[in-house]
């Protein structure tokens, strides 16, 4: 049974070691700005969905990522409809993500959620290859 809810501060310690890269301050005021959303599975954390928004108002999944030994079992997609839902209930009309070009895995797995390709942005400097950004469509 996988269970979502918003991190909450006791959560940041595992966030820390599982959203590799990114620091402790920075996780703290995403959890603050409840932008992070954590599933549970028999109280285990083995997934993490956090996001920002575009312009300020366009939700933007920055990165959903399960456990290895616990992928391929309907975490993802709990994760990614909950936030949908969420999303929604705040009255968005349209979700976004993206991802590297070359990752044709997450982009299969966002087309499964019923994201669209829109375009994609070269970065130089900070990544080797273009980012492809998806769109979703939930008015
Ligand atoms: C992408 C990711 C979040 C998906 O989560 P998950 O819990 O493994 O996915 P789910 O089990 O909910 O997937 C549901 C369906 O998608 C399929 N699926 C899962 N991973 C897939 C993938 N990488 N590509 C295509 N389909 C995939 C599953 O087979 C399943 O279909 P089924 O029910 O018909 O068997 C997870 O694999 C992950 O953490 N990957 C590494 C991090 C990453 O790449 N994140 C995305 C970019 S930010």
Known sequence: MV??????QTDIAWLVREDANLGQPWISRCVALGEYLVA??????????RFSRFWGRVPY??????????????VGTTLFLAWEAAMRGEGARLLMTSSECDESR????????????????ELPGLQSVPEVFFIKHIA
Not at 40 to 49: A, S
Not at 65 to 72: I, K
Not at 112 to 120: H, Q, S
């Open 106 to 121: 997450p982009q299969d797995w966002h087309r499964r959620n019923g994201f669209i390709e829109t375009g994609a942005i």
């Open 61 to 74: 999944m920055e990165m959903i990522r399960v456990l290895p030994g616990h992928r391929r079992s309907g």
């Open 3 to 8: 269970e979502v809810a918003s991190a909450s």
């Open 40 to 49: 549970r599975e028999d109280g285990e954390m083995v997934g993490f969905l």
